[in-house]
Nanobody, 122 residues
Framework: QVQLVESGGGLVQPGGSLRLSCAASGFTFSSYAMNWYRQRPGKERELVADIDNTGGNTNYADSVKGRFTISRDNAKNTVNLQMNSLKPEDTAVYYC???????????????WGQGTQVTVSS
């Protein structure tokens, strides 16, 4: 079954760095784009970064461009989010996400990790 498990969240000072990781299983990882979303308290979930199945193309929200880097290792079935120059506004729960075709559940479906908390505070 499809499973996405995030790790690496925690408390960091403004200007600091964190690296999030997502371990994927239950599907052909190298065939699918992967995404990182985040949700701030009281706000809707927003797309932070995405990466195509090969890792050759990436996209970022304007709010994180130049500070965050998404990457993947298809040999290890992992996708990462390197977060540098962190700001208090980056405080959120971060979620790994994939849109995966599964014939046994009726086609394409959203799959989400459990989320990992990132808190940026002095």
């Amino acid at each position: 079954q499809v499973q996405l498990v995030e790790s690496g969240g925690g408390l960091v000072q403004p200007g600091g760095s964190l690296r999030l990781s997502c371990a994927a299983s239950g599907f052909t990882f190298s065939s699918y784009a992967m995404n990182w979303y985040r949700q701030r308290p009281g706000k809707e979930r927003e797309l932070v970064a995405d990466i195509d199945n090969t890792g050759g193309n990436t996209n970022y929200a304007d709010s994180v461009k130049g500070r965050f880097t998404i990457s993947r290792d298809n040999a290890k079935n992992t996708v990462n989010l390197q977060m540098n120059s962190l700001k208090p506004e980056d405080t959120a729960v971060y979620y790994c996400h994939a849109w995966v075709y599964k014939q046994d559940v009726g086609g394409f479906r959203h799959y989400w990790g459990q989320g990992t908390q990132v808190t940026v505070s002095s």
